[in-house]
């Protein structure tokens, strides 16, 4: 099997601080993790819900994709993320299918994550990151 499960739902969002409280009020839980991804422009928020985790992100700067996304669509979902055993080989598999991807190879992401982001315009739209737990 390629794909284990969903890991995650990452949603852009504009505050981090007020966002994290409407979240904690909705689902009943807080925050289990907040990080800088300096490479990304993005601070986070993680959500544990069952096995499946919310990933709030803001952007730490202007020139962050997260805040390109919202001036263009503004607060709400920017991807789902799936976990795999193996994003080397995920990646090379989904290259030879077709799909683009933003990155020629992973990187380093949140939560102790090597992730990968296919393109959406070879993603029906969406969004789509593959992540794999650094070892």
Do not use: W
Not at 4 to 11: D, P, S, V
Not at 68 to 78: A, R
């Amino acid at each position: 099997m390629s794909f284990n499960k969903i890991e995650h739902i990452g949603i852009a969002v504009k505050s981090l601080e007020s966002s994290k409280k409407i979240y904690e009020k909705l689902l009943g839980v807080s925050a289990y993790k907040d990080e800088k991804v300096v490479s990304e422009g993005v601070v986070t928020s993680f959500f544990q819900i069952g096995k499946t985790k919310i990933e709030l992100l803001a952007a730490l700067n202007d020139n962050s994709p997260i805040h390109k996304f919202i001036e263009k669509k503004g607060e709400g979902f920017h991807h789902i993320a799936y976990e795999v055993d193996d994003i080397e080989l995920e990646t090379n598999r989904l290259k030879k299918e077709g799909f683009i991807f933003i990155y020629e190879q992973p990187k380093e992401g949140a939560d102790n994550k090597l992730v990968n982001f296919i393109h959406p315009k070879s993603a029906g739209g969406i969004l789509v990151e593959i992540c794999q737990e650094k070892k």
